[in-house]
C-alpha cells in the first residue's frame, strides 16, 4: 500500500483515530498506563512499535499469562536513573519517564489504525522524544491483517516524523531488532534486510537519527554465540519451568528479561550519543 503525506493532514488524522479509537480503549483495559509527564522538568521519551519492545508487564495476569516475556522497552526507564542523567551532555530535562506504548503483532500501518500512534501525538510536548521501532510485522506477507510494503512502510514512517515535529518533539527511527536467525558459520545474519534499509533510507532522507539496532543486534549476539543467546535471550523455554509456558518454547523473535536488558543497553548506548549532539 502507499500513502501520500501530501493528503494526510492533521485533520484527517484525528478523524482516522476517532474511527478506531474503541479498539485502543479495549486494548487499555486490559493494560495498565503510563501517564505522560505535562511538566516541563520531564522528558517523556515515548515508544512506539511492535512485540520486541512491548513492556508485558503493564498487561493483567502477566506473570501467570506471559512471563517470562518482555520487550526492551519494557525496561528502558531502568537506564535513566538520576546518576545516568548526570553523565548526558543534552537538553534532556532534570527527569525522564518512559511511556511504552508498543504493542505485539503491530505495524506501522496498524499501530496508526488502532488510535496507539494518536495517543502519542496528543500527548507530545515540546523537547519530547519518541523512539520508532517498526518492520517485524510489516514485513509479514503472510499476515494480511498487518503487512504493510516496502513503499507503505516508508510514508508511515515519514508521517510519523512529521507529526512528532509538528509538536516540537524529536523523532528517533530505529531499525527492527535482530531475530534468531539465520545462522551460519557462527554468524547471524539479517532477517530484516529489507526493511532495515528502508528505514535507514527514510532517516538519510528525512534527516533524522537512526539507531541501527538490526545490525548492533546482530554484531552483539554473534559474539555471544548462537548457544547463549537461544537459551538465555530468546524465549526457547524448558518444558515444566513457567507457569505461562507449561510445554516449553521456541520463540526465536521475543526476548526474556536478560535478553530485554542486552537490547535496551545497546538502544540507550545510541540514544545517549545521539541526545549529546543536540
Not at 538519510?204 to 554465540?225: A, C, H, M, P, Y
Not at 542486552?262 to 548506548?269: E, G, H, I, K, P
Request: glycine content about 6%; aromatic content about 12%; hydrophobic content about 35%.
Amino acid at each position: 500500500m502507499k500513502i501520500s503525506l501530501k493528503n494526510i493532514s492533521t485533520a484527517f488524522f484525528i478523524t482516522a483515530s476517532v474511527m478506531i479509537v474503541a479498539q485502543t480503549e479495549q486494548d487499555n483495559q486490559k493494560e495498565r498506563i503510563v501517564q505522560p509527564s505535562k511538566d516541563k522538568s520531564t522528558t517523556n521519551i515515548f515508544l512506539a512499535g511492535d512485540s520486541t519492545l512491548t513492556d508485558y508487564t503493564l498487561e493483567s495476569n502477566y506473570q501467570e499469562k506471559r512471563y517470562p516475556q518482555q520487550g526492551w522497552g519494557g525496561v528502558f526507564q531502568e537506564f535513566f536513573v538520576a546518576d545516568s542523567l548526570k553523565t548526558f551532555k543534552s537538553p534532556l530535562a532534570k527527569n525522564v519517564l518512559v511511556v511504552d506504548k508498543a504493542k505485539g503483532g503491530r505495524s506501522t500501518r496498524t499501530f496508526f489504525q488502532e488510535g496507539r500512534w494518536r495517543y502519542i501525538f496528543e500527548n507530545l510536548k515540546p523537547k519530547d522524544w519518541v523512539l520508532i521501532q517498526f518492520g517485524h510485522n510489516d514485513e509479514s506477507e503472510k499476515k494480511v491483517d498487518r503487512y504493510v510494503d516496502v513503499p507503505g512502510y516508508k510514508e508511515y514512517l515519514r508521517l510519523y516524523i512529521h507529526q512528532v515535529r509538528e509538536k516540537g518533539a524529536t523523532p528517533v527511527l530505529v531499525t527492527p531488532v535482530s531475530r534468531n536467525y539465520p545462522w551460519k558459520d557462527g554468524v547471524l545474519g539479517d532477517s530484516h534486510v529489507d526493511y532495515a534499509k528502508a528505514m535507514i533510507e527514510v532517516g538519510q532522507e528525512q534527516k533524522v537519527d537512526v539507531i541501527d539496532l538490526n545490525k548492533l543486534s546482530r554484531e552483539f549476539f554473534t559474539q555471544k554465540g548462537k548457544d547463549f543467546v537461544t537459551t538465555t535471550y530468546f524465549m526457547n523455554l524448558p518444558e515444566g519451568k513457567f507457569t505461562a509456558y507449561p510445554n516449553g518454547q521456541k520463540d526465536d523473535t521475543h526476548f526474556q528479561p536478560e535478553g530485554a536488558k542486552a537490547v535496551a543497553q545497546l538502544v540507550y548506548n545510541e540514544f545517549k550519543k545521539i541526545v549529546s549532539k543536540k
